[in-house]
């Protein structure tokens, strides 16, 4: 699919939802961002929980160094290029 095309189809719909949404009364309107709003509550509590309470034994609460999993990267083989505009005297 062409990116334009994706975009104009992202802004169709979201005006489509927007007109859906201003249509609404504000007292349905309050109440849908309420369900949604207990819906993410109870959702973090799941994750919270889930995550309290996996099986994996504790550190006593200690938290630990995490590694970088992406390698460093190696020396190069050259020597760092000379900066011909540095005018500082390194004597």
């Given at each position: 699919m062409n990116l334009s095309l994706i975009k104009e189809r992202?802004?169709?719909l979201k005006g489509w939802i927007d007109c859906r949404w201003s249509a609404l009364p504000v007292k349905k309107q309050r109440t849908l961002v309420l369900y949604l709003f207990a819906g993410y509550?109870?959702?973090?509590?799941?994750v919270i929980t889930g995550i309290l309470y996996r099986g994996?034994?504790?550190?006593?609460?200690e938290i630990q160094h995490i590694d970088n999993p992406i390698?460093?990267?190696?020396?190069?083989?050259f020597p760092p290029a000379v900066n011909l505009l540095d005018t500082s005297n390194h004597n």
């Open positions: 992202v802004g169709l509550v109870v959702i973090t509590m799941v994996e034994p504790r550190q006593n609460g390698p460093l990267k190696k020396q190069s083989r």
